[in-house]
């Protein structure tokens, strides 16, 4: 889950290429971008306290320049500027979350304590399409420890159906009532 730091860059960005009905092309240039600027020697080299400002903006530029729209090139040397490198992925992942609303999906991170069944998959994709009016694409993740039921994800949302989740609900309200 991306960062409130990434999610407010994300966000902004997103808004600027709305405004300006560039939309459409935000995700293939946020390609291109990622590709540029997720190497580890480029992180390090833009985190490190001894490299000028003026450097660390001058390798953006002429990583990105041309390849993108000066708008994303302005975005991610202001970035550089205010020294939030690390927050890069967070705004990626943001970017990709918003695109992904405006074109009416959904991402939803489903985690069960044992493989569902296709049946089972296809089910719930479509309860929680009817529930959030989009088209899901369920990634799903298998963690025992959950005893049964299911934790699902959408964005910021989270619901335990899970019988973990629903023993710790009790043990909480248990612990709460005996200091009571």
Sequence with gaps: MASIIGKRYGNAIF???????????????IEVIKVALTNDDLMIFLTHPNV??????????KSLKGKVRDELVGFFCLLVKKGRCEYFSDVFEQIHINIDKYNGKAKAYVTSAYELSDTEKKNLVKKLSDMTKNEIVAIYKIDESLIGGLVI????????????????????????????
Excluded: C, F, H, P
Excluded at 15 to 29: H, I, P
Excluded at 52 to 61: A, F, H, N, P
Excluded at 158 to 180: C, H, R, W, Y
């Design 15 to 29: 808004e600027l290429a709305e405004d300006g009905d560039w939309v459409s092309v935000l995700e293939e240039e």
């Design 52 to 61: 000028s400002l003026t450097d660390k903006v001058s390798v953006i530029e």
């Design 153 to 180: 994800r959408i964005g910021d949302k989270v619901v335990d159906s899970s019988i973990k989740g629903s023993l710790n609900a009790m043990k909480k309200s248990l612990l709460e009532n005996k200091t009571a």
